[in-house]
């Protein structure tokens, strides 16, 4: 059994089942490219500030490396005993080099350790979602732009509404990933902040200079009290926040996407390289990865709620619970970056079915706000005009007829103001033109709207 870094105080070996229950080697593994970065950098700063020698930093940055290599390699043997990374990266180190090796912990703890390898995983990590939300926003504007013209029904509580174009649609979607490609881009600053240097909790007896091992490592800027920077874990619930919502985001549209695949809809049909069949019914081809998407986002919001939770009842400073932040942590980026290719996968291979949307705007009459805006315009109050339409349209229902096809006398029963021109503002091309209010439907506002998002994705 491999003697513990932090044996020296202590008589006898570990009990099996605790070493088992306080390791984090089965997944803090996966910080080592970090860990080893953060060690460097730490190294440098040490014989910078006369605190080893500059051969010694040498030697331990050399020493690092070799260990990179051996670990990306795939032939590093992670033994169990070790409890973390920190600890396996640092005893196979002294075991390479030797003695010198034992002077890398000057000056630092695991604490501050564990803080820098998180934050620098992160940024890392948020640098690629924020490219994987770039790929997702590309098939929506292309989809968008692919489609320009299409109608469907807007809906409000499930009920069709009012036309709109189905680019409009889709930019909707694309506000929702422009915010969270915001709120990951806010969230840097607070990331790229090194708590190295904080050490155990109180700082070091030893001259360091924090700002120095930060500009190495790329964060610009430095803790400003050690208690909350070992301590603090802002930073992983503001991600775990923000990846609930985009989940949250893409559940959505992919609840609409099984909607509209579904026979009742059939606005979509699905890529069958993204659908899946049923092991029972020969004809079926089912939304399972929309499905899961949905389903997903049940265990991002739960990670959220999880590590709010195992923060709320810790005292200052580190406490081991902190250990825990690490696998929602990456399972949370593992499940939202899947979930971002996956919809991105989808969008872009998407088969829209524009007959089935156009079908759709009849028999509900969708420009009934169309009718009363036009008696407005005659001068009737916009409240006696929605009464006179709501009339218009109990009796359209009666005769089993759309307005369109009421005759004017009819209509008048019910709107006496109404002439021969409404008949053109019930047309459904004509109530999505009309829509030309800031951020409307209007085919002019939608394109526009649409260039707007292609410049800014470079399309
Ligand atoms: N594995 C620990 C974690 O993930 C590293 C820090 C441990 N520090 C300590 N004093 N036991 O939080």
């Known amino acids: 059994m491999a003697k513990k870094p932090w044996g020296g105080r202590f008589q006898g070996g570990t009990e099996q089942e605790v070493e088992a229950f306080t390791s984090s080697l089965d997944f803090d593994q996966r910080l080592f490219p970090q860990d080893i970065a953060g060690s460097q950098a730490h190294a440098r700063m040490l014989a910078r500030q006369g605190i080893i020698a500059p051969e010694e930093a040498e030697a331990i940055v050399r020493g690092l490396e070799e260990i990179r290599g051996e670990m990306e390699a795939g032939e590093f043997s992670w033994d169990p005993a070790l409890e973390d990374v920190h600890m396996a990266v640092e005893s196979r180190l002294i075991a390479k080099i030797g003695e010198v090796g034992r002077k890398l912990h000057t000056a630092r703890s695991r604490n501050d350790q564990v803080a820098l390898d998180v934050r620098l995983f992160l940024a890392g990590e948020i640098e690629g979602l924020l490219g994987d939300l770039t790929d997702l926003r590309r098939a929506g504007a292309r989809l968008a732009r692919r489609h320009l013209g299409v109608l469907m029904p807007g809906y409000t509580h499930l009920q069709r509404a ?24 806010e969230s840097l600053a607070r990331i790229r902040v090194s708590p190295l240097g904080a050490a155990a909790l109180a700082g070091t007896t030893f001259p360091i200079d924090p700002q120095f091992s930060a500009s190495q490592l790329g964060f ?175 009796y359209a229902e009666t005769q089993k007829k759309e307005l369109w096809e009421l005759t004017l006398e009819e209509i008048r029963r019910f709107a006496p103001q109404a002439d021969a021109d409404l008949f053109e503002w019930l047309k459904i091309e004509n109530s999505v033109a009309r829509r030309t209010s800031p951020g409307g439907t209007a085919p002019a506002r939608v394109a526009a709207a649409l260039a707007r998002v292609e410049e800014e994705l470079s399309l």
């Open 162 to 185: 009012q036309p709109i174009l189905f680019s409009h649609h889709l930019l909707a979607h694309d506000e929702m990933w422009r915010r969270d490609q915001a709120r990951l881009t």
């Open 220 to 394: 610009p800027e430095v803790f400003r009290n050690s208690l909350d920077a070992v301590s603090d874990r802002d930073f992983l619930l503001e991600f775990l926040a923000h990846s609930s919502i985009m989940m949250v985001h893409l559940s959505r549209l992919a609840e609409e996407l099984i909607i509209w695949s579904s026979s009742e809809f059939a606005f979509v049909d699905l890529p069958d390289a993204y659908a899946t069949g049923s092991s029972i019914m020969p004809q079926k081809k089912n939304p399972d990865v929309p499905e899961l998407v949905r389903g997903k986002c049940g265990r991002v919001c739960g990670h959220l709620l999880g590590l709010l939770m195992t923060v709320k009842g810790l005292p200052l400073a580190y406490n081991r619970d902190l250990q825990e932040d690490k696998e929602p942590l990456f399972d949370t980026l593992d499940t939202v970056k899947a979930a971002v290719r996956l919809m991105t996968g989808l969008l872009g291979n998407l088969k829209i079915r524009p007959e089935r949307m156009a079908a759709a705007l009849h028999g509900g009459f969708l420009t009934a706000t169309d009718m009363a805006d036009y008696l407005v315009t005659k001068g009737v109050p916009f409240r006696t005009a929605h009464e006179q339409v709501g009339q218009t349209v109990q």
